[in-house]
């Protein structure tokens, strides 16, 4: 079965500096994967996705992530950190049924704090 | 706007009611998705429609729980005989269609049996 793992329950970084959150996968074929955020009392927002070709995707609000199938991670970035950026963040990846449904498989989620 | 609403925003129940909770996709989106989300939790998936049909209900916990989408459209999930173990938040999204389209989520309904 696909899984994804976040081993970090909370990122605390200075504002403006460069920021990472980790997440590493676990699949049996190619890798679909995403970042979602979600904001206190709103519905998770898509991010980016990596589907295929280059390893570095870039996403919404400055944020990137690179593919790394030998490390078998998805590690969401941003150069300079906002304050605004505090949020919650989970990685999520495609399953795909014997029936051929498919849903995502989400990680436990990392909170970002920045300060000022 | 034209993302995904739900509705109720909150609901409370007692132990042992039914309870209703309801999802307006983006309209043309094709999937549908529920999802359960524990405190401090990642969502975890009940089930699945494309269009009307219910492809996939493998994550329902119980024969408690039901979800339908009579007309491809809006979707409700049912629970009968709530517990408080169904405490949650309910996400349901929905997306274009096909394997590689994101999924648009709303806001969710905040369910506390008590």
């Known amino acids: 079965a696909q899984s994804v793992a976040q081993p970090e329950d909370q990122v605390n970084v200075a504002e403006g500096n460069p920021l990472t959150v980790k997440c590493t996968y676990s699949?049996?074929?190619?890798?679909?994967l995403f970042w979602y955020v979600q904001y206190p009392n709103r519905g998770l927002q898509f991010l980016l996705k990596y589907i295929t070709g280059d390893n570095l995707v870039k996403g919404s609000y400055g944020f990137e992530a690179e593919f790394n199938k030998s490390q078998t991670s998805f590690h969401l970035k941003k150069p300079s950190a906002l304050v605004s950026d505090s949020a919650l963040y989970f990685c999520a990846v495609r399953d795909i049924s014997t029936s051929g449904t498919y849903k995502y498989i989400f990680g436990t989620g990392t909170r970002l704090k920045v300060l000022a | 706007g034209a993302g995904v609403s739900q509705s109720p925003r909150y609901k409370v129940a007692k132990r042992g009611q039914d309870v209703a909770l309801r999802c307006d996709p983006i309209?043309?989106?094709?999937?549908l998705f529920w999802y359960q989300q524990a405190l401090g939790q990642g969502p975890e998936f009940l089930t699945y429609f494309q269009n009307e049909a219910q492809l996939d209900k493998s994550g329902l916990p119980s024969d408690r729980f039901f979800a339908e989408r009579p007309e491809g459209s809006v979707s409700t999930l049912k629970i009968q005989r709530t517990q408080q173990e169904d405490s949650a938040v309910y996400l349901c999204a929905s997306s274009l269609g096909g394997f590689n389209n994101e999924q648009f989520f709303g806001p969710g309904t905040r369910l506390t049996v008590l």
């Open positions: 309209s043309g989106h094709v999937s």
């Open positions: 699949v049996s074929g190619n890798p679909y």
